[in-house]
């Protein structure tokens, strides 16, 4: 094997299609930006779902969908928290995230007259920020996956 394909095979082991990575400091930056989004979502916004608070029963009654999709939507916060620091699973995490943001937006828009419309919008960003630095995990998910079929 020439050291070319050495150095592509250990990029590519590595995660990086292009041979490109993080710097460390970008990875620490970002894997601290995971673990405090995961704090975020774990907490104070599937916190309250799972345990039936009357401030996120009354907001899942104006929706319209009642205790069952309050219980489904913070488990699934919850599970996506998690996920967002186990590393083969963070870009997925971050992406699925991206589209509860999308849905949280357009709820916050439709059914609150936008009032904390921003903050979805933001935190979409912010997700897709890590879904992009963490596209190399995806890819590896992805192929063992496929490996597995």
């Not at 050495?6 to 292009?18: S, V």
């Not at 774990?42 to 205790?67: M, Q, T, W």
């Not at 903050?119 to 979409?124: E, G, H």
Request: a positive charge; charged letters at 10%.
């Amino acid at each position: 094997m020439s050291a070319t394909t050495a150095a592509t095979t250990t990029n590519t082991a590595a995660g990086t299609a292009n041979g490109t990575r993080l710097s460390r400091r970008a990875n620490i930056a970002t894997l601290t930006l995971q673990i405090v989004l995961a704090l975020f979502m774990a907490v104070p916004s599937a916190g309250p779902k799972l345990v039936g608070h009357s401030s996120a029963a009354e907001s899942f009654d104006k929706i319209g969908f009642g205790d069952w999709f309050m219980y489904v939507t913070g488990g699934l916060e919850l599970a996506g928290a998690i996920a967002l620091v186990i590393p083969i699973l963070s870009g997925v995490s971050a992406m699925a995230f991206m589209g509860l943001m999308i849905g949280a937006f357009i709820t916050q828009v439709t059914v609150f007259d936008g009032q904390y419309a921003i903050t979805p919008v933001i935190l979409f960003f912010v997700f897709a920020g890590i879904a992009w630095a963490r596209r190399h995990n995806t890819a590896e998910l992805v192929a063992l996956i496929r490996k597995r079929i």
